[in-house]
């Protein structure tokens, strides 16, 4: 009876261990040769130009001729740090937006610690992100300014714009969660575990973590994160790494990919609070009961152009959790762009790059 089964012979063997022994070796070599200044990221050019606290706004130095338009700030989470947008020179957001002529801002929200015990979304919306708009509007001589939010820093831009529609002459959100509760629309596989396990937890959990922690902690963060990819996060640092040992370029794009990682800030006590409760659990966003300052939020007071980006196959963030905005802001300029790849690819895959820096650019261009 014939068999399908390939047959390995012993020089087969043997040749296999002897090219895995000479890769694991020429690892260690690497190893060896690799230092700090070789894995550095966010290296753009930027200088600072106010702090407030641990909070800091940077301008990047430009790249390229000025096109003229009305400055962007760029407005990350607090759960992961904005070096995403920059993690090396040819996989760049903030490169490619500069080379188009953008002028671009950044704000870094730094190390919060327990003496961030209690400060609210409120203080980052209404005080810190607020304040950085002033500082921009002054050095610009601009009226407007353009936001461009990613992830928790979307949800940060668009309650802004809500709140101060005269301030915000168009803005990008990427990855924004809007509707919580929206990935129960979709319901693939293996997508929106961060809901799930967010609405599993009981309010009063969430209030004795912060209370013992003072802080929702970046460690634990990035083990929910692992969680969500376990055959991902279980093979990683043997398979992906050996593959990556055959190639200095692929190592070191390893390497400051694990940087970034583990680059997790603790997220403040009472922020993450209205984060996980609000926010995950009551859905208040899209349903205009969230408050910031005793005023509500309302989408529909958004009266400035958007361009919506998601992930066509984001886990974190599932597309619908995002699209949920259309219909629901004060303006009939939506736009939305989907990119190939998840929550991390649309920053640093190579196919949606080059669609993500000149989408942006082109869409606030038309809109300067």
């Known amino acids: 009876m014939s068999s399908n089964r390939p047959t390995i012979t012993p020089a087969d063997a043997v040749a296999e261990a002897s090219a895995l022994g000479r890769r694991i070796a020429e690892g260690a070599r690497l190893f060896g040769e690799i230092r700090d200044a070789d894995v550095q990221i966010a290296t753009t050019p930027k200088d600072l130009v106010w702090t407030q606290d641990k909070v800091s706004l940077y301008r990047y130095r430009p790249l390229a001729e000025s096109k003229g338009l009305p400055p962007v700030l760029i407005v990350y989470g607090l759960i992961g740090r904005y070096t995403m947008a920059d993690l090396q020179e040819d996989r760049s957001l903030v490169r490619n937006l500069l080379n188009l002529g953008l002028d671009l801002w950044v704000v870094d929200w730094g190390n919060p610690g327990r003496a961030e015990r209690f400060v609210t979304i409120d203080d980052y919306v209404d005080g810190y992100l607020a304040e950085c708009v002033n500082v921009i509007q002054e050095r610009t001589e601009r009226e407007k300014v353009n936001l461009l939010g990613i992830c928790e820093g979307g949800v940060f831009t668009t309650c802004y714009a809500a709140l101060n529609p005269d301030q915000v002459n168009a803005m990008v959100l990427t990855i924004t969660p809007i509707d919580f509760h929206a990935d129960q629309v979709d319901n693939r596989p293996g997508h929106g575990f961060i809901n799930i396990w967010a609405r599993s937890l009981r309010p009063e959990d969430i209030d004795r973590l912060i209370e013992t922690q003072g802080s929702l902690p970046g460690a634990l963060m990035g083990s929910v994160f692992s969680m969500m990819t376990p055959m991902r996060t279980l093979t990683k640092y043997n398979l992906d790494l050996l593959d990556a040992l055959a190639d200095k370029k692929k190592f070191l794009n390893f390497l400051r990919m694990e940087k970034w990682i583990a ?22 966003l899209v349903e205009s009961r969230f408050e910031l300052s005793g005023r509500p939020v309302k989408l529909s007071q958004i009266t400035c152009p958007v361009l919506n980006v998601f992930a066509k196959d984001d886990h974190i963030i599932p597309p619908a959790t995002s699209r949920a905005l259309q219909g629901k802001i004060g303006t009939e300029d939506y736009t939305e762009l989907g990119l190939p790849g998840g929550h991390v690819g649309v920053f640093v895959g190579g196919k949606a790059q080059a669609l993500l820096g000149s989408g942006i650019a082109d869409w606030l261009s038309a809109r300067g």
């Open 263 to 284: 680059d997790r800030p603790d997220h403040p006590g009472e922020a993450a609070k209205q984060w996980l409760k609000d926010l995950y659990q009551e859905n208040k």
